[in-house]
């Protein structure tokens, strides 16, 4: 506190707690964080779980039988929407080791999208955005992140390290998507709100 005004100093890195993945972060010259547009930041929004399934395994994908499957249930992801996977991960967030669950080998165990379901989600549903609740929405033993590349070729944008996606059902919400506007950033902290 100095002249009775109380101020913090933060030194943070793009990619911390909740935040947005832009197409810069694997795509030359694709957009930052700051060129998203904003009508593809309130979107409807659609919640997938796995977690049952990575409770048991922690690399546990939502491959395409998963998604049709979903979609069979819920209805199909709505075009220009989102799709956010709750894979139960956020539970383990307090302890960072459990959260990065890396072996001795030194490779990460966390669920995540498959290229296939995704490729379907750009291609015919023309989603805005994909979210997870882990590390990153590639599965963490796969270090060629080709989830995110193909999602970012295609101009989207990514959440990961989101929370409560337990609370927000299936279908019938919109997503607030509000990350920080940092010229030529490829990733931002992001507060994330749905509303049904």
Known sequence: QVDGVYANRWELTEHVGTHLDAPCHFIDGARSVEDIPLESLVVPLG????????????????????????EGAHGAVPRGGALFLHTGWASRIAEPGHFVNMDAGGVMHFPGFSTEAVAFLVEQRGVAGLGIDTLSIDPGRDLHYPVHKGLFAAGKWALECLANLEAVPAQGATVVVAPVKVRGASGAPARVLAFW
């Open 47 to 70: 919640v997938a779980s796995i977690a049952s399934r990575a409770a048991e395994d922690a690399d546990a994908v939502f491959g395409l039988d998963d998604l049709r499957r979903w």
